[in-house]
């Protein structure tokens, strides 16, 4: 099952949501959809899933033309941000009621929302309401209802915003098991880069309504294509300073080192980070930030350095990489 | 100490809610009338006993009761389709809603004579376009049958707005992402109106129910301007029966006991429909 956007627009009140998208996402294979807010990346999914409808271009789901037809016929499993479980009926009518809508039988009804309730090790809740659950539970119900839809594709939008950091971690790896490893595409938007590049095959950053780059995760760190993603991707944030006219250099962090050659600094604060720490330090080419680990010791002779190789360069211009890594 | 500063909250129940019911109940033990020269004889309940066997005040109940009924459930369903109407995404929404609260902003009284007027014979609208017509005129204030149809036009046209706004506020708890996920499993709107529209609204409707119920069951200044009762006291509430003892007949005692009566059945109606309104919030819990 592949999906595939062709160069779809999307205006709203006369603003430019989404312009000129194209995107393919092949079975069994993960995309996250990474950007600011305000970037588009929740009304491509409500374009895929069929809530909003495309100014102009196509989406085909197996070759099979969805641009226009309904959100239930394009038979997509959609987890919401706030979930959207219906406050008023048990955990158990949460999921039956799209079967008992589509015509399903009784029998088989029951069946099928037995066998979810038993995967996801919901069965002791399935006779209570959403308030009676925690946010994790409730984020599994919601999960369990995009799975009894047997979609050919899964929406998950910010699947895990509204969780604590420790149930996030934990939540992961059952995702994966879930759904990530079936053969359905999943496109997984998020705001979170941590979370995209630990559960996505493939990136695809927006910014603006525009693709701006699309790849695998280490692809995008590695050679981020504009200063955009460069700053937006990686945390703490890339080094950015001018080289010459029309020249503008980029260093990771984690790529500045000590060394006995190099520049000068003055150290103006650290950041205690755990496992290492950051330093912000004032130099010649301008306040720069240096990841190192958290035991080092710095005396009066350091000076910092980076490999050449680690350099990215971009037009000043343009705002787009110039070298290849 | 914390309770001193119910204080003044609680002087003004005592003084304007509390004080009045407990005179209404001695002043119902006792005859009060131009009779007794205004001076309170008491009675050993005969007023109540007099109640109990007065076809007048049990027609009124059943009038009163028959008016509330009608006009809070057309309210209601009207208030519904309202609201759903002002909650969708369309131009000018803001001077809509304003346009349909003003029934609501409205004196009672002025509405009442305009609606009397409306209802007049033969110079009324109606009567006018049902003359016009071929049907001559329709009378309907002066029909003992009818009249109290118009009664209820007058409150639905009156109150409508003000059971919309709360059913609007329920409307606007419920969010989108709730309709996308069920259109998303095939629910049709009419699906999701019945399955997931009305259940979140219950509470609300609910809520209403008991504001209205409370409001029209008291009814007096419409039914006073427009019909006045009649005729043939076919309109007649047990308020206006307990008005026209007061102020018609002087007899004070029996209208303070028609008074208590009212306030006992309204409040068992309320907490009937209160109790079964938080039921039913625990139950979805909202």
Redesign the interface.
């Known amino acids: 099952m592949t999906l595939i956007l062709n160069s779809i627009n999307k205006q709203i009140n006369k603003n430019w949501i989404i312009q000129d998208l194209s995107l393919k996402v092949k079975d069994g294979e993960c995309l996250a959809i990474l950007g600011p807010s305000g970037c588009g990346k929740s009304t491509t999914l409500r374009l895929i ?3 909003e409808i495309c100014d102009s271009g196509s989406i085909f789901i197996n070759d099979e033309d969805i641009t226009n037809i309904s ?2 016929d394009r038979k ?1 499993g ?1 987890v ?3 979930y ?1 479980l ?3 009926l048990t955990i158990y009518e949460n999921l039956s ?2 079967l008992k ?2 015509g399903i039988s009784k029998k088989e009804s029951i069946r099928r929302v037995s066998s979810i309730l038993d995967l996801l090790k919901l069965e002791h809740l399935s006779t209570r ?1 959403p ?2 659950l925690s946010g994790g539970q409730r984020q599994r119900v919601a999960l369990a ?1 995009a799975l009894l ?1 047997d979609p050919s594709l899964y929406l998950l939008d910010e699947p895990m915003s509204n969780l604590d950091a420790q149930l996030r971690e934990r939540l992961r790896p059952e995702l994966r098991r879930l759904i990530l490893n079936g053969n359905q595409p999943v496109i997984y938007v998020t705001h979170d880069q941590h979370e995209a590049m630990s559960m996505a095959n493939r990136i695809a950053i927006l910014n603006d309504g525009r693709l701006v780059q699309i790849g695998t995760p280490k692809d995008i760190y590695k050679t981020p294509a504009s200063i955009f993603v460069a700053s937006f991707v990686g945390r703490p944030q890339i080094n950015l300073f001018p080289e010459s006219a029309g020249l503008i250099k980029g260093i990771r962090p984690e790529d500045i080192f000590l060394d006995n050659k190099g520049i000068d600094f003055k150290i103006l604060y650290t950041e205690w980070l755990g496992t290492n720490q950051l330093f912000h330090l004032d130099t010649s080419q301008g306040r720069l930030r240096m990841l190192c680990n958290a035991d080092i010791s710095i005396n009066s002779d350091h000076k910092i350095n980076w490999k050449q190789e680690k350099l990215h360069l971009f037009d000043s211009k343009t705002k787009l990489r110039i070298n290849n890594g | 100490m914390n309770y001193l500063l119910l204080t003044p909250a609680f002087l003004l129940i005592l003084l304007v809610f509390v004080l009045p019911l407990i005179r209404y109940s001695w002043m119902s033990m006792h005859s009060i009338s131009v009779i007794t020269g205004l001076d309170y004889i008491p009675n050993n309940g005969s007023n109540w006993i007099r109640l109990l066997n007065d076809d007048r005040f049990w027609r009124d109940t059943i009038q009163t009761i028959r008016f509330a009924a009608f006009s809070v459930s057309i309210e209601i369903v009207l208030a519904i389709i309202i609201a759903l109407l002002l909650s969708q995404r369309i131009k000018g929404k803001g001077i809509l809603r304003t346009i349909s609260l003003l029934p609501w902003a409205l004196p009672t009284t002025i509405m009442a004579l305009g609606w009397r007027w409306i209802f007049n014979t033969p110079y009324g609208p109606i009567d006018q376009i049902s003359s016009l017509i071929g049907f001559g005129t329709l009378d309907i204030l002066s029909n003992p049958d009818l009249a109290w149809i118009a009664t209820v036009i007058g409150d639905v046209w009156k109150t409508t707005p003000f059971v919309a706004l709360i059913i609007l506020a329920g409307l606007q708890t419920i ?1 989108s ?2 309709y ?8 049709s709107p009419l ?1 999701s109106f019945i ?2 529209t009305l ?2 609204l219950k509470p609300y409707i609910l809520l209403s129910l008991v504001f209205r119920l409370a409001q029209a069951f008291g009814v007096f200044d419409l039914i006073q301007v427009m019909t006045g009762g009649g005729p043939a006291s076919s309109t007649e509430s047990i308020a206006i029966y307990a008005y026209l003892n007061a102020m018609r007949f002087l007899d004070f005692g029996y209208s303070a006991t028609i008074m208590i009566a009212s306030f006992i059945l309204l409040i068992t109606i309320c907490l009937f429909t209160w109790i079964f309104y938080n039921k039913l919030k625990s ?4």
């Open positions: 899933a069929g809530l959100p239930v997509i959609m919401f941000q706030s959207a219906f406050p008023h009621l799209g809508i589509r309401k308030a009676a209802r839809r | 969010p992402d709730l996308e996920a069920f259109k998303m499993e095939g629910g699906q399955k997931i259940p979140l139950k979805l819990s909202i």
